[in-house]
């Protein structure tokens, strides 16, 4: 399984679409607060449409607690961050693994990249662009990890409605 973790994510419509893309997959969303909004905002439902119960969320008061409730699981952890010299599609992804997001501000904060440098990864991209769409990187991310994987969990066909 991937785990998806964001590190204080800001915008509701983002965690909203992530949330569809861990369902879809069957990826774990780990939240790490603060976040710049509420379980109730309408654009975060709104943006999980109605996979909000598709989905396996846990959430955290801050960095410290998710490494705390996590440590005997996490077996392998990436960074995903455009400071990175290691592309995405470089590493082996174990078959149960966590992948970092920062907020889309700021990313991660250079703290935990420069402790975790080894482990960092990011999304090549053209000159000097910022950065890609947080809801985007993770469906990137989270792709990669299940072509590596053969789609194993994922349904590989489909079919027409009609016919």
């Known amino acids: 399984m991937i785990h998806i973790v964001l590190l204080e994510p ?15 997959t069957g990826a774990k969303l780990h939240l790490i607060e603060p ?20 989905a396996d969320i846990c959430t955290y008061k801050n960095y410290q607690e998710f490494l705390q409730r996590n440590k005997a699981n996490i077996k ?11 592309n995405h599609t470089e590493v082996k992804y174990e078959e149960d ?11 991660i904060p250079e703290e935990i990249l420069h402790d975790n440098y080894d482990k960092c990864i990011r ?8 950065s890609l769409n947080l809801a985007n990187s993770v469906a990137i991310i989270c792709y990669e990890y299940h072509r590596q994987h053969n789609f ?6 489909g079919h027409l409605t009609k016919f």
């Open 123 to 130: 999304i090549p991209m053209k000159g000097d662009i910022r």
């Open 35 to 54: 976040f710049g909004f509420t379980f109730e905002d309408k654009y975060l439902k709104r943006a999980g449409l109605d996979y909000w119960d598709l």
């Open 152 to 157: 194993e969990q994922l349904n590989q066909t």
């Open 76 to 86: 392998q952890i990436f960074y995903a961050s455009t400071k990175s010299q290691h």
């Open 97 to 107: 693994v966590y992948v970092m997001f920062g907020k889309e501000s700021k990313g």
């Open 10 to 24: 800001e915008i509701p419509q983002n965690t909203g679409n992530i949330v569809r893309t861990c369902a879809a």
